[in-house]
T-cell receptor
Framework: AQKVTQAQTEISVVEKEDVTLDCVYE???????LFWYKQPPSGELVFLIR??????QNEISGRYSWNFQKSTSSFNFTITASQVVDSAVYFC???????????FGQGTELSVKP | ETGVTQTPRHLVMGMTNKKSLKCEQH?????MYWYKQSAKKPLELMFV???????ENNSVPSRFSPECPNSSHLFLHLHTLQPEDSALYLC????????????????FGQGTRLTVV
């Protein structure tokens, strides 16, 4: 079965704190893609990152970093020195073998307070 | 601004009404998608179109009827909906059909917030 689990429904932090959003996935495929999307209050999902299952290198982009560990089927997302503008719902997603299907997790609502 | 525009942004309709949601993209993408986002639930894929042809219907009730007249436009026709159909309906597009072998991602619109009363 293909499944994405984001166990943290809501997280609240104070500005400048670091925060990690967890994502655990299930798939029998050996080749797959994982994604993170951000959904600000305006509604649209904004693409953040795509990771191929063969590439376990961690990635850093500014204040964002991603830790991909196949051994634990996790693809966690860390925001360093969080800012109020980071407040949004964050979705982790898995691309299935069949074309066109992104399986999303339940989302984690991040609230960054000043 | 992702290049995917959805109208209307908000819609309130009665259970006997007929309405349509519109999605438009001018990104030159070939694949378009409808997703449903209900409160506290994961996004659910509803329909997939590739080069105007429907390639996926994810067991969606017939009261939702998609239409894709060209690669730039996607509609979702609604009739005799139920209150539980109230949700945020998101449209997305991608250059090609999302596939493990292609380096592409989906661009999402801002959604239509639908309330069925």
């Amino acid at each position: 079965a293909q499944k994405v689990t984001q166990a943290q429904t809501e997280i609240s932090v104070v500005e400048k704190e670091d925060v990690t959003l967890d994502c655990v996935y299930e798939t029998r495929d050996t080749t797959y893609y994982l994604f993170w999307y951000k959904q600000p209050p305006s509604g649209e999902l904004v693409f953040l990152i795509r990771r191929n299952s063969f590439d376990e290198q961690n990635e850093i982009s500014g204040r964002y970093s991603w830790n991909f560990q196949k051994s634990t089927s996790s693809f966690n997302f860390t925001i360093t020195a969080s800012q109020v503008v980071d407040s949004a719902v964050y979705f982790c997603a898995l691309l299935l073998e069949q074309g066109g299907k992104l399986i999303f997790g339940q989302g984690t609502e991040l609230s960054v307070k000043p | 601004e992702t290049g995917v525009t959805q109208t209307p942004r908000h819609l309130v309709m009665g259970m006997t009404n007929k309405k349509s949601l519109k999605c438009e993209q001018h990104l030159g993408h070939n694949a378009m998608y409808w997703y449903k986002q209900s409160a506290k639930k994961p996004l659910e894929l509803m329909f997939v179109y590739n080069f105007k042809e429907q390639t996926e219907n994810n067991s969606v009730p017939s009261r939702f009827s998609p239409e894709c007249p060209n690669s730039s436009h996607l509609f979702l026709h609604l009739h005799t909906l139920q209150p539980e159909d109230s949700a945020l309906y998101l449209c997305a597009s991608s250059q090609d059909l999302l596939d493990r072998g292609r380096l592409t991602e989906a661009f999402f619109g801002q959604g239509t917030r639908l309330t069925v009363v």
